[in-house]
């Protein structure tokens, strides 16, 4: 037997020891779903034997607070500061936010639209421009929402999550891009 396959039968034996299968994204800690340690402390990412993408490139994933009714709530930060809890609506084509947001985001009202809510009335709502929407890594710049008074909590929409195929599991939803 030659040194290198040697070397190959040594990581072959150790991969049972030091081979992981995670369900969470990747991170600078954590090296993805699925990898080996060399026996130097190196993470190698062993994704294409397992058959997955890295998580950071095409699949985001949010974890649900709560649910109201059967319907997931995550957090959401508007601006890169302020956070709210709000619901994932696959429904609403347009960001919803409530009275009390848009106060506690300083947003003034720059123009009205007329929408048609889930009983099928159409109603006149004021809109306003935010910085950015951000949900896990998902972040959506320069997006006018409408400005619900009577509401009392936000409505995430499809002019956040129009580029991803959104599904909804148990305890995350998942934000898959677009290729």
């Not at 062993?46 to 009714?69: E, H």
């Not at 890169?80 to 947003?107: C, H, P, W, Y």
Request: hydrophobic share 40%; net charge positive; aromatic share 6%.
């Amino acid at each position: 037997m030659n040194k290198t396959t040697k070397e190959w039968i040594k990581i072959v034996a150790l991969i049972p020891l030091i081979f992981s299968i995670s369900s969470d994204t990747a991170s600078a800690e954590n090296q993805g779903v699925c990898f080996m340690v060399t026996s130097s402390g190196k993470s190698i990412s062993l994704g294409n034997l397992c058959g997955v993408t890295p998580a950071d490139t095409r699949v985001f994933r949010v974890p649900i607070k709560r649910r109201s009714g059967r319907t997931p709530v995550i957090d959401v930060t508007f601006n890169g500061r302020q956070s709210f809890e709000m619901i994932v609506d696959t429904g609403a084509s347009k960001t919803l936010i409530t009275q009390g947001m848009a106060s506690t985001l300083n947003l003034t009202p720059s123009g009205i639209i007329n929408a048609i809510i889930a009983d099928g009335s159409q109603i006149e709502l004021q809109t306003g421009k935010v910085r950015s929407i951000g949900a896990g890594k998902v972040v959506v710049k320069d997006v006018e929402v409408a400005i619900a008074p009577k509401a009392e909590i936000g409505l995430l929409g499809h002019d956040f999550f129009g580029n991803y195929d959104v599904k909804i599991l148990q305890n995350i939803v998942e934000f898959h891009r677009r290729v």
